[in-house]
């Protein structure tokens, strides 16, 4: 029986697992940032929610109180705004990187020798042992 046919190794494969990763990669960023934009789309509703002040009846120290956690909150709220608007921010920013690098992986691609406009990677010449090696006579 001849040999099992030898591929030649094709640029092609280097670069496949590179892209695949880029791919995965990019899909987690605009996973992320779907998710980053669902926030600071409920932020304004969440945000109006939140009473502005206490009742002015209370007068007592869990009046104080509320109106300090009150205040506190407010604060919290407007500082995870802030901290989204600039995950936000670097997140596309990461995607343009992501996809820039894609990009260029998939150029090296289309330019390297063997891939493009012929057959593909095929047996290294001289590696089928003859016509016979496929079964024709």
Do not use: K
Not at 93 to 98: C, P, V
Not at 114 to 131: T, W
Request: with cysteine; net charge negative.
């Amino acid at each position: 029986m001849p040999p099992a046919p030898t591929f030649a190794p094709a640029p092609a494969d280097q670069l496949a697992p590179e892209l695949l990763g880029l791919d995965q990669r990019i899909e987690a960023v605009r996973a992320t940032a779907a998710q980053t934009r669902a926030l600071l789309d409920e932020l304004p509703a969440l945000q109006h929610s939140l009473p502005l002040v206490g009742c002015a009846s209370w007068r007592s120290a869990a009046a104080e109180h509320y109106e300090a956690r009150l205040e506190e909150l407010v604060s919290r709220v407007g500082l995870a705004r802030s901290a989204l608007e600039q995950a936000e921010l670097e997140l596309n920013a990461t995607l343009i990187r992501l996809e820039r690098e894609r990009d260029e992986a998939l150029a090296q691609l289309v330019a390297a020798p063997g891939s493009g406009s012929g057959p593909g990677p095929g047996p290294a010449p001289g590696a089928l042992g003859g016509p016979t090696a496929w079964g024709w006579r």
